[in-house]
């Protein structure tokens, strides 16, 4: 169920080299706000070097991601925007399934990981500071701090409207094509109580094969 299946085109942003581009220019650009230009080879060297483990860990999880929900990595973008602003429904109802599996994927990911995320990245953005500080560097400190109060205030922002966003799309979905009510509850057209593949959609046993 690749891109070009669905007569769609992949986004260049999707794109391997693109996220790796923007890893780099955002990581150059901090660094280069807060250390100057004199020591800038080391920093582009560095970038680079970030840029490549950040690319290799976002195609990883979507490769991954594909295996577990029954699409195309090229796909999984696409269907997390389409899920982040609980925009149109895929036609096709293998795609509504594998949307499904997706939202289970990521509700369970989140149930299993919020008590150490967030501590985690609230850990790494003001402990940072403190070094600068002790550093005698007050200005990068300040300025690390706001960038973290600032980012950490963003993520649980996004993180809480992303939930949202995720129940409302699959309540959608799960009412599309509804045969009824009762004991069999609603089941989406090509769904239901099986996937598009022959899987069950819904709770633990929604996962694909190899999803956890």
Same mark, same amino acid.
């Given at each position: ?170 309540? &959608? =979905?799960? %009412? /599309? #094509?509804? $045969? *009824? ?5 609603? &089941? =989406?057209? %090509? /769904? #239901?109580? $099986? *996937? ?13 094969? *190899?999803?956890?």
């Amino acid at each position: 169920m690749g891109s070009q299946e669905h007569g769609q085109v992949q986004r260049w942003q999707d794109r391997w080299w693109a996220v790796g581009l923007l890893v780099l220019v955002v990581w150059v650009g901090i660094r280069l706000a807060f250390d100057g230009w004199s020591g800038w080879p080391g920093i582009l060297v560095g970038g680079l070097v970030y840029a490549g483990l950040m690319t290799w860990f976002v195609m990883r999880r979507r490769r991954r991601d594909a295996r577990a929900v029954g699409t195309d990595a090229a796909r999984v973008p696409e269907l997390e925007r389409r899920i982040a602003k609980n925009a149109e429904l895929p036609d096709d109802p293998a795609e509504q399934a594998a949307m499904i599996r997706l939202i289970r994927r990521r509700e369970e990911k989140l149930r299993r990981n919020r008590w150490w995320a967030f501590p985690l990245l609230a850990l790494i953005f003001f402990g940072i500071p403190v070094f600068w500080f002790a550093a005698g560097n007050v200005g990068a400190g300040l300025w690390g701090l706001a960038f973290g109060a600032a980012f950490l205030g963003w993520m649980v922002w996004f993180n809480r409207r992303f939930v949202r966003r995720m129940a409302a799309m699959r309540q &959608r =979905i799960e %009412g /599309v #094509g509804t $045969e *009824g009510v009762g004991t069999e509850g609603a &089941r =989406i057209k %090509g /769904v #239901g109580a $099986e *996937g598009g593949r022959g899987r069950p959609v819904g709770g633990a046993e929604g996962f694909a094969h *190899g999803a956890r």
